[in-house]
């Protein structure tokens, strides 16, 4: 993989790459406080201003997407947030506002596990809006017990793999209009200890586990920006995913309590979390590329484990058809 920055001298390839081995060492704050001072892409940050660039996130009520939302709108993008919570949007559509000056900070309501409030809300931004420059999938869920949508599609795989790729899909003439536009995912670290199988990536209530069905959904995701970005010219629009680290938000103190507990007090903040996803959206296009998976402003492998490698591309590929069959725009 090509590093987006410059050179690197071999004495901080070398940290970093020890501590990529590391795991904790890597995904944890002291990752990112190590990087920052040797990685090119740290020390040469150069981005410009976002001052008319259009950006949307999704769960930025709180943790990594609040925080990314605004910074955004520090940046001077335009920042349309999607919320399932009135009372939680508005509360923080007025603190990021207030936060960072902004008076372009705005939301929709949708529920991604509901997909036709997910139509609904690509239709109402379409209505008031001609481009995206950039659109972040960044919500998440775990349930710990067995759901299904009318449908009859488990409520992780609709919300997280389903609701994305449609939300995408809605919006591509908006994304379009703004090329080279941008779409980011991000992942998180169960998605390593997964390997992407369409015919087993929806649990059935027999054996289910909710953590385990949120990270065969994060490997879907990963996958499907890679097959995103073989059919679209990064000149278009450029795919990306990314991996926040270990960050102590709510939804990680809720899902893993246990975990959060003992690693909290090496967890990076949300805001931590959110800095790549942050750089990739605001970086030169022209660096970045389109369809690799991002860990600390540096494309990264997206396999630790050799068994959850797929066989080969042809299986993003199907994945991609089947949810496209599956789910119409």
Do not use: C
């Not at 740290?42 to 605004?70: C, E, K, Y």
């Not at 659109?135 to 409520?155: K, R, S, V, W, Y």
């Amino acid at each position: 993989m090509t590093p987006a920055g410059g050179p690197v001298p071999p004495a901080a390839r070398a940290v970093d790459a020890l501590l990529e081995a590391s795991v904790v060492g890597s995904f944890t704050r002291i990752g990112l406080a190590v990087r920052s001072r040797l990685l090119p892409e740290f020390t040469d940050d150069h981005r410009p201003p976002m001052l008319g660039q259009i950006a949307i996130v999704t769960g930025a009520t709180s943790g990594i997407g609040r925080a990314a939302a605004t910074e955004l709108a520090r940046r001077g993008a335009a920042v349309h947030f999607l919320a399932r919570d009135e009372g939680r949007a508005a509360r923080a559509q007025r603190e990021i506002a207030e936060a960072t000056g902004s008076r372009t900070v705005s939301y929709g309501l949708a529920d991604l596990e509901d997909l036709d409030s997910v139509r609904a809300f690509a239709r109402d931004f379409r209505a008031g809006h001609d481009r995206l420059d950039v659109l972040i999938h960044n919500a998440g869920a775990i349930h710990p017990d067995f759901q299904t949508d009318d449908a009859g599609t488990e409520l992780t795989v609709a919300g997280q793999v389903h609701a994305p790729f449609l939300l995408t899909q809605l919006l591509r003439p908006a994304l379009l209009a703004a090329a080279p536009s941008r779409v980011i995912t991000v992942s998180s670290a169960g998605m390593y200890t997964q390997r992407l199988d369409p015919a087993t990536l929806q649990m059935t209530a027999s054996g289910y586990n909710g953590v385990t069905a949120y990270a065969r959904a994060k490997r879907a995701q990963v996958a499907l920006s890679r097959e995103w970005a073989r059919r679209f010219p990064a000149g278009d629009i450029a795919f990306h995913a990314m991996h926040p680290g270990w960050a102590d938000t709510p939804g990680l103190a809720a899902m893993l309590p246990g975990f959060h507990r003992v690693m909290q007090p090496l967890l990076r903040t949300p805001g931590q979390g959110a800095d790549t996803l942050i750089w990739l959206a605001s970086a030169d296009p022209a660096r970045l590329g389109s369809g690799l998976f991002w860990f600390d402003r540096r494309p990264r492998s997206e396999y630790r484990l050799p068994r959850t490698r797929e066989a080969g591309p042809e299986v993003a590929r199907r994945l991609w058809e089947s949810i496209a069959e599956r789910v119409p725009a």
